[in-house]
Protein backbone atom coordinates (compact mmCIF):
# COMPACT_ATOMS: atom_id res chain seq x y z
CA UNK A 1 0.00 0.00 0.00
CA UNK A 2 1.67 3.23 -0.71
CA UNK A 3 1.27 6.76 1.03
CA UNK A 4 -1.37 8.07 -0.45
CA UNK A 5 -3.68 5.02 -0.07
CA UNK A 6 -2.85 4.88 3.74
CA UNK A 7 -3.78 8.58 3.97
CA UNK A 8 -6.89 8.00 2.25
CA UNK A 9 -8.06 4.97 4.40
CA UNK A 10 -6.93 6.73 7.40
CA UNK A 11 -8.98 9.81 6.90
CA UNK A 12 -11.84 8.06 5.80
CA UNK A 13 -11.96 6.18 9.11
CA UNK A 14 -14.66 7.13 11.97
CA UNK A 15 -13.36 8.71 15.27
CA UNK A 16 -13.50 6.23 17.76
CA UNK A 17 -15.59 6.25 20.89
CA UNK A 18 -14.22 6.65 24.35
CA UNK A 19 -12.24 9.49 25.88
CA UNK A 20 -9.25 7.72 25.66
CA UNK A 21 -9.29 6.76 22.07
CA UNK A 22 -10.89 9.86 21.21
CA UNK A 23 -7.36 11.38 22.80
CA UNK A 24 -5.70 9.14 20.65
CA UNK A 25 -7.54 9.93 18.02
CA UNK A 26 -6.93 14.10 18.05
CA UNK A 27 -3.65 13.55 18.76
CA UNK A 28 -3.18 11.58 15.76
CA UNK A 29 -4.78 14.11 13.76
CA UNK A 30 -3.05 17.07 15.09
CA UNK A 31 -0.05 15.12 14.17
CA UNK A 32 -0.64 14.08 10.98
CA UNK A 33 -1.94 17.77 10.30
CA UNK A 34 1.24 19.38 11.65
CA UNK A 35 2.68 16.99 9.16
CA UNK A 36 1.20 18.24 6.37
CA UNK A 37 1.94 21.74 6.82
CA UNK A 38 5.52 21.15 7.12
CA UNK A 39 5.26 18.97 4.00
CA UNK A 40 3.44 22.04 2.25
CA UNK A 41 5.45 24.63 3.62
CA UNK A 42 8.41 22.67 1.77
CA UNK A 43 6.50 22.24 -0.93
CA UNK A 44 5.90 26.21 -1.94
CA UNK A 45 9.58 26.81 -0.64
CA UNK A 46 10.63 24.55 -3.69
CA UNK A 47 7.78 24.91 -6.39
CA UNK A 48 6.79 29.13 -5.19
CA UNK A 49 4.26 31.07 -3.77
CA UNK A 50 1.57 30.18 -6.95
CA UNK A 51 1.88 26.60 -6.34
CA UNK A 52 -1.28 25.08 -6.74
CA UNK A 53 -3.09 22.56 -3.92
CA UNK A 54 -2.30 19.76 -7.21
CA UNK A 55 1.23 20.79 -7.44
CA UNK A 56 1.61 20.76 -3.39
CA UNK A 57 0.09 17.67 -3.12
CA UNK A 58 2.62 15.76 -5.91
CA UNK A 59 5.44 17.21 -4.33
CA UNK A 60 4.08 15.88 -0.65
CA UNK A 61 3.56 12.61 -1.66
CA UNK A 62 -0.05 12.86 -1.08
CA UNK A 63 -3.30 13.38 -2.46
CA UNK A 64 -4.89 16.63 -3.33
CA UNK A 65 -7.95 14.89 -1.30
CA UNK A 66 -5.77 14.66 2.09
CA UNK A 67 -4.93 18.38 1.98
CA UNK A 68 -8.62 19.57 1.97
CA UNK A 69 -9.74 17.29 4.28
CA UNK A 70 -7.23 18.18 6.55
CA UNK A 71 -7.69 22.53 5.71
CA UNK A 72 -10.98 23.06 3.60
CA UNK A 73 -8.89 24.71 0.93
CA UNK A 74 -6.15 26.74 -0.23
CA UNK A 75 -6.69 29.64 1.47
CA UNK A 76 -7.58 27.50 4.76
CA UNK A 77 -3.59 25.76 3.92
CA UNK A 78 -2.44 29.32 3.70
CA UNK A 79 -4.34 29.82 6.66
CA UNK A 80 -2.71 26.97 8.59
CA UNK A 81 0.96 27.26 6.85
CA UNK A 82 0.82 31.21 7.99
CA UNK A 83 0.46 30.13 11.51
CA UNK A 84 3.55 28.08 11.31
CA UNK A 85 5.35 30.57 9.82
CA UNK A 86 4.30 33.66 11.23
CA UNK A 87 4.50 31.98 14.70
CA UNK A 88 8.40 31.58 14.12
CA UNK A 89 8.59 35.00 12.80
CA UNK A 90 7.43 36.79 15.73
CA UNK A 91 9.77 34.25 18.01
CA UNK A 92 12.42 35.71 16.18
CA UNK A 93 11.17 39.34 15.49
CA UNK A 94 9.71 40.09 18.51
CA UNK A 95 12.24 39.10 20.91
CA UNK A 96 15.40 41.00 18.84
CA UNK A 97 13.52 44.27 19.65
CA UNK A 98 12.73 43.08 23.55
CA UNK A 99 16.20 41.91 23.51
CA UNK A 100 17.70 45.48 22.80
CA UNK A 101 17.44 48.41 25.42
CA UNK A 102 18.29 51.39 23.19
CA UNK A 103 15.30 52.30 20.77
CA UNK A 104 17.30 52.13 18.17
CA UNK A 105 19.56 49.18 18.56
CA UNK A 106 15.52 47.78 18.98
CA UNK A 107 14.78 48.37 15.59
CA UNK A 108 17.74 47.35 13.71
CA UNK A 109 17.40 44.47 15.48
CA UNK A 110 13.58 43.89 14.77
CA UNK A 111 15.00 44.71 10.91
CA UNK A 112 17.53 42.20 10.88
CA UNK A 113 15.27 39.54 11.97
CA UNK A 114 12.64 40.10 9.94
CA UNK A 115 14.38 40.42 6.51
CA UNK A 116 16.56 37.19 7.46
CA UNK A 117 13.90 34.85 7.76
CA UNK A 118 11.62 36.39 4.89
CA UNK A 119 14.75 35.80 3.17
CA UNK A 120 15.03 31.95 4.40
CA UNK A 121 12.27 31.12 1.65
CA UNK A 122 11.14 34.15 -0.06
CA UNK A 123 8.55 31.46 -1.90
CA UNK A 124 6.81 30.64 1.66
CA UNK A 125 7.05 34.85 2.52
CA UNK A 126 4.96 35.45 -0.15
CA UNK A 127 2.51 32.70 0.05
CA UNK A 128 1.80 33.50 3.56
CA UNK A 129 1.41 37.16 3.02
CA UNK A 130 -0.73 36.88 0.01
CA UNK A 131 -3.99 37.61 1.91
CA UNK A 132 -6.54 40.27 2.37
CA UNK A 133 -5.60 39.98 5.98
CA UNK A 134 -2.67 42.08 5.05
CA UNK A 135 -5.30 45.08 5.21
CA UNK A 136 -4.43 45.26 8.92
CA UNK A 137 -1.97 47.84 8.30
CA UNK A 138 -4.62 50.40 7.13
CA UNK A 139 -7.88 48.94 8.10
CA UNK A 140 -7.48 47.74 11.66
CA UNK A 141 -10.92 46.60 12.16
CA UNK A 142 -11.73 44.98 8.98
CA UNK A 143 -14.47 46.51 6.35
CA UNK A 144 -17.20 47.37 8.38
CA UNK A 145 -16.01 47.75 11.81
CA UNK A 146 -15.28 43.16 11.67
CA UNK A 147 -12.64 42.26 13.92
CA UNK A 148 -9.88 40.63 11.67
CA UNK A 149 -8.47 37.50 13.02
CA UNK A 150 -4.93 35.37 12.27
CA UNK A 151 -1.91 34.71 13.13
CA UNK A 152 -0.79 37.65 10.58
CA UNK A 153 -3.09 40.57 12.07
CA UNK A 154 -2.18 39.16 15.48
CA UNK A 155 1.55 39.53 14.75
CA UNK A 156 1.42 42.89 12.98
CA UNK A 157 -0.83 44.14 15.95
CA UNK A 158 1.64 43.05 18.41
CA UNK A 159 4.69 44.56 16.11
CA UNK A 160 2.36 47.75 16.02
CA UNK A 161 2.60 48.14 19.87
CA UNK A 162 6.09 47.29 20.06
CA UNK A 163 7.05 50.20 17.42
CA UNK A 164 4.88 52.74 19.33
CA UNK A 165 6.50 51.79 22.98
CA UNK A 166 9.81 52.42 21.13
CA UNK A 167 8.66 55.21 19.48
CA UNK A 168 7.62 56.84 22.49
CA UNK A 169 10.73 56.03 24.28
CA UNK A 170 12.97 57.41 21.16
CA UNK A 171 11.36 60.44 21.46
CA UNK A 172 10.88 60.80 25.02
CA UNK A 173 7.33 60.35 25.85
CA UNK A 174 6.63 58.34 29.09
CA UNK A 175 4.29 55.55 29.92
CA UNK A 176 0.58 56.64 29.40
CA UNK A 177 1.69 59.28 27.26
CA UNK A 178 1.14 59.81 23.38
CA UNK A 179 2.40 61.87 20.59
CA UNK A 180 0.95 64.16 18.67
CA UNK A 181 -2.07 62.30 16.20
CA UNK A 182 0.19 62.62 13.13
CA UNK A 183 3.39 60.80 15.15
CA UNK A 184 0.84 58.08 16.29
CA UNK A 185 0.67 56.76 12.83
CA UNK A 186 4.38 56.42 12.47
CA UNK A 187 4.34 52.34 13.86
CA UNK A 188 2.07 51.37 11.03
CA UNK A 189 3.34 53.53 8.80
CA UNK A 190 6.81 52.11 9.60
CA UNK A 191 5.79 48.89 9.45
CA UNK A 192 4.29 49.32 6.08
CA UNK A 193 7.73 50.94 4.48
CA UNK A 194 9.45 48.33 5.95
CA UNK A 195 7.28 45.54 4.03
CA UNK A 196 7.52 47.42 1.16
CA UNK A 197 11.36 48.29 1.29
CA UNK A 198 11.84 44.36 1.94
CA UNK A 199 9.24 42.78 -0.53
CA UNK A 200 11.32 45.04 -3.29
CA UNK A 201 14.70 43.51 -1.77
CA UNK A 202 13.54 40.25 -1.61
CA UNK A 203 12.06 40.50 -5.68
CA UNK A 204 15.70 41.84 -6.69
CA UNK A 205 18.52 40.40 -8.36
CA UNK A 206 20.98 39.24 -6.47
CA UNK A 207 23.86 41.03 -7.95
CA UNK A 208 26.14 43.73 -6.93
CA UNK A 209 23.96 46.51 -7.18
CA UNK A 210 21.05 44.72 -4.27
CA UNK A 211 22.37 45.77 -0.58
CA UNK A 212 23.27 43.13 1.94
CA UNK A 213 21.03 42.09 4.63
CA UNK A 214 22.82 43.97 6.99
CA UNK A 215 23.46 47.23 5.06
CA UNK A 216 19.16 47.55 4.75
CA UNK A 217 18.79 46.64 8.12
CA UNK A 218 20.88 49.83 8.83
CA UNK A 219 19.21 51.97 6.21
CA UNK A 220 15.91 51.33 7.26
CA UNK A 221 16.78 51.82 10.93
CA UNK A 222 18.09 55.36 9.88
CA UNK A 223 14.69 56.05 7.61
CA UNK A 224 12.36 55.63 10.72
CA UNK A 225 14.81 56.82 13.75
CA UNK A 226 15.86 60.24 11.42
CA UNK A 227 12.27 60.86 10.41
CA UNK A 228 11.09 60.55 14.08
CA UNK A 229 13.85 62.69 15.11
CA UNK A 230 12.83 65.49 12.60
CA UNK A 231 9.43 65.54 13.21
CA UNK A 232 9.62 65.31 17.30
CA UNK A 233 12.18 68.65 17.05
CA UNK A 234 10.14 70.45 14.46
CA UNK A 235 7.02 69.94 17.26
CA UNK A 236 8.90 70.71 19.75
CA UNK A 237 9.64 74.08 18.34
Avoid at 92 to 107: C, F, K, W, Y
Avoid at 116 to 142: Q, W
Avoid at 156 to 174: A, K, N, P, V
Amino acid sequence: MNIQSVDEASSQQLEPNGDGRSARWDAHRAARRLELIRLARRAIHLLGPGASMDDIATQANTSKSVFYRYFGDKDGLRHAVGEYVIGKFRAGVITAGRNSTEPSDALHAMMLAYLKMAANSPNVYFFVTASPATDVLTDPAGAGGRVREGALNDFFEELTSMMRDRMHDYIGIGPGGSASPALELWPRASIGMVRAAGELWLRAPDDEQRPSIEDLAQSITEWLTHGVAHQASGKAS
